[in-house]
């Protein structure tokens, strides 16, 4: 009864019901009369739950018979009245009825409940109609000791119990069924409203078996009715419930076919022979009795008349095709027709003709266009004729078209102009003598110029904002600067518009304020008649700066001549330095070899000169290393006298033989040396104790015989040429 078909492994018990679905049929050409009757047969395994008696209908809700079968039988009987005495085939139909298992069970089933129901029909009316049903409750089959057992059965709809109709009896479950022990019980039965309640006092120790009857009203007969109840099951144990259905009734359908034919009529144009719609027929029995009176043509000029009686019949034009004239000679047919009961016939109907004239224009200038191509179309799509081609004076005329609805569709624009592919729509009317003017406007091609448009779009790379003020070159593939000093508005935007097509790049030459430089190129490709977009991502921050672009180096020329003292004398032979001990501590009160110029203040010492033009700031690959600073510096002594005097040391006895000097195995940054060897040299000496190798503090002036003097031009020559360089490469890269 849930809907769910039943599979062939599946148990049909008895207190299950089944929903019925059966199809029954007649073999073609066997003569139906009144009172015949053919039988039914129910699925194995089932049976009715009762008797059962009811009509079958035609598919105009006509009784054809009767179908019946008895209570607790698997078979019935159709009883057929005379309703299809007059078919001969195709009588069939279908019955749909309720049943019920007749499987008792194994024995097993039963023991796993505790409170269970079931119900049937107990009564008829005297027309076959159930009146009455029988419900029955079961409870404790495995005969627990129960207290304060209390039922309550909620009625369904149509159903009212039936006082004084309840019998509960003791008993035991044995091998699944219910045994009696002869113990009939008094329970306490009351009613509120559709509930049953039913009380026993004091303790159950049995297995319950509990009837009773309702009355039941309301019941078609026929069709399929179902009575469902709800019953709950307190006591000291537990609570349950349980659902309970019977159902009861049948339906029947039934149909077949007459002696009857087909006729088909086609309606075409005389001309063309294509198909007219709205053609109206009168359809007429051999005896004159009109059958159909307005029989239409659909879009397919057909009119289909089925279910025709064996006989003879005509057809007739009441009413042409919009356009057409009428056609009066009728059509005679009879079914069936040499044995053929389907039949086809056509009729052709002469149309009324028409002109139409076409003007093809151009709406600016109003003139008219020649060379326009088009296809005449009829109302369904259907090309009527194609190719048509606008004449000098812009026009197509064409003659001797049917009364109907056209359209003119452009299949091909006239040089120099756009398609219009706009159907235009007209109607011939019958009989019309003045041609149909119309006109179609056709818009000028527009030239798509070789341009396109770029927009630049500047922004933060992390927050995304736009930033004004940010100053670009823009350069071709060529990296020929087309257009300079281009700037972000206030939307952080450059739009360039008319550029020709090919390919271009933006080189930022200046950044927002706070913001780094980016000098990637930003690349991009115009596109005719398209616009391009960009966008490119500045880092807030400070570009340290760059130097500007230093003067050219000049050439060092001819070095300027050392200090000569004038008359200097021959220098005596010194001896032989000897092996170099501790340093001697630093001349602190030297002799007077002369009157000397005062000690200039140190400050800081200047870098010894290497190049001669010094670049502004100059960025190169590494920082140059300032020279190391002495912690003290010893002030020059510049002799007077041409002889080189021998200072006095401190703390020592002096001697008046020529002690040799410790030789300074560190290199001494020198000034341009002249080449003469012969001349002696001033300078200052390494302060003992002090940092070796370049600083300030420890450079010499010209000595004669030194090679660092042409080393150091010349590494200056190459720092400067370095620097050169390097910003030639950087202005390159813009």
Not at 494 to 507: N, Q
Not at 670 to 682: A, H
Request: charged content about 15%; glycine content about 10%.
């Amino acid at each position: 009864m849930s809907g769910n078909p039943i599979q062939p492994s599946d148990n049909l018990y008895t207190w299950l019901n089944f929903n019925v679905n059966y199809n029954w049929s007649i073999p073609d050409d066997v003569k139906i009369n009144a009172g015949d009757t053919v039988p039914f047969e129910l699925p194995s395994g089932l049976v009715t739950p009762g008797d059962m008696s009811f009509p079958i209908y035609d598919s105009n809700n006509v009784e054809i018979g009767i179908a019946t079968i008895k209570a607790g039988e698997a078979s019935g009987t159709i009883t057929f009245n005379d309703v299809l005495s007059n078919t001969n085939a195709n009588r069939h139909g279908t019955l749909k009825l309720v049943a019920k298992g007749t499987n008792t069970g194994t024995g097993n089933e039963g023991q796993n409940w505790m409170y269970n129901k079931n119900g049937w029909i107990a009564g008829y009316d005297p027309t076959g109609v159930p009146n009455e049903l029988t419900w029955n409750l079961a409870l404790n089959p495995n005969e627990h000791n129960l207290n304060n057992v209390v039922l309550t059965d909620i009625l369904g709809p149509n159903q009212e119990y039936i006082p004084g109709s309840l019998t509960a009896i003791a008993g035991s479950y044995v091998s699944g069924g219910f045994v009696s022990n002869g113990q009939e019980l008094h329970p306490t039965v009351t009613t509120d409203g559709n509930k049953v309640i039913i009380s026993f006092p004091g303790t159950l120790t049995t297995a319950v078996d509990i009837y009773y009857r309702v009355k039941i009203t309301g019941t078609p007969a026929d069709g399929t009715t179902t009575w469902t109840n709800h019953a709950t099951m307190g006591s000291s144990e537990d609570d349950y419930s349980v659902d309970s259905s019977t159902s009861w009734g049948g339906s029947g359908t039934g149909n077949g076919d007459q002696n009857v034919g087909t006729m088909t009529l086609t309606k075409t144009d005389a001309t063309t022979g294509a198909p007219l719609a709205g053609a109206e027929y009168e359809l007429k029995d051999s005896d004159g009795n009109v059958i159909i009176s307005n029989a239409k043509t659909d879009e397919n000029g057909q009119i289909v008349i089925k279910n025709l009686n064996y006989g003879s019949y005509t057809l007739t034009e009441v009413r042409a095709p919009d356009g057409y004239t009428l056609n009066p000679t009728p059509i005679n047919f009879t079914l069936p027709d040499n044995g053929v009961i389907n039949l086809t016939t056509d009729q052709k109907d002469t149309a009324e003709t028409g002109a139409v004239v076409l003007k093809k224009v151009d709406p600016d200038t109003k003139d008219t266009i020649a060379g326009t191509t088009f296809n005449l179309l009829d109302k369904n799509g259907n090309i009527i004729k194609e190719g048509l081609v606008t004449d000098g004076n812009g026009e197509i005329s064409v003659d001797n078209l049917p009364a109907g609805e056209y359209q003119f569709v452009e299949t091909q624009p006239a040089e120099g102009y756009v398609a219009n592919t706009t159907p235009i729509e007209f109607t011939v009317v019958a009989g019309q003598t003045t041609p149909v003017e119309l006109e179609k406007f056709n818009t000028a091609v527009t030239v798509t110029p070789d341009t396109g448009n770029v927009t630049l779009d500047k922004v933060d790379s992390v927050t995304g904002k736009f930033l004004p003020g940010a100053i670009y070159d823009l350069l071709d593939s060529n990296d020929n600067v087309i257009q300079s000093g281009l700037t972000t508005d206030e939307n952080g935007q450059i739009k360039i518009t008319d550029l020709p097509v090919g390919s271009y790049y933006f080189i930022e030459t200046n950044p927002p304020e706070g913001y780094q430089d980016n000098l990637t190129p930003i690349e991009f490709f115009i596109t005719q008649g398209q616009d391009s977009s960009v966008t490119a991502k500045d880092e807030a921050g400070t570009t340290p700066e760059i130097p500007g672009e230093p003067e050219p180096p000049v050439e060092p020329g001819t070095p300027e001549p050392p200090i000569i003292i004038p008359n200097p004398g021959e220098p005596g032979t010194t001896e032989p330095p000897g092996e170099p001990g501790t340093p001697e501590p630093p001349v602190t009160n030297p002799g007077e070899p002369g009157t000397t110029e005062p000690p200039v203040e140190p400050g800081t010492p200047e870098p010894p000169v290497t190049t001669p033009i010094e670049p502004q700031e100059p960025q190169g690959p590494t920082e140059p290393v300032n020279p190391e600073i002495p912690s003290e510096i010893i002030p020059p002594v510049y002799p007077t006298e041409p002889t080189i005097p021998t200072p006095e040391i401190p703390g020592e006895q002096n001697d008046t033989s020529t002690e040799p000097e410790t030789p300074n195995t560190s290199p001494s940054v020198v000034l341009p040396s002249t080449g003469n060897n012969g001349n002696p040299s001033y300078g200052l000496g390494v302060n003992p104790g002090s940092n070796s190798g370049l600083g300030y503090g420890q450079a010499e002036f010209p000595q004669t015989g030194n090679q660092n003097n042409l080393l150091m031009i010349i590494g200056g020559f190459f720092i400067a040429l370095f620097v050169l360089l390097k910003h030639m490469i950087k202005k390159l890269n813009y």
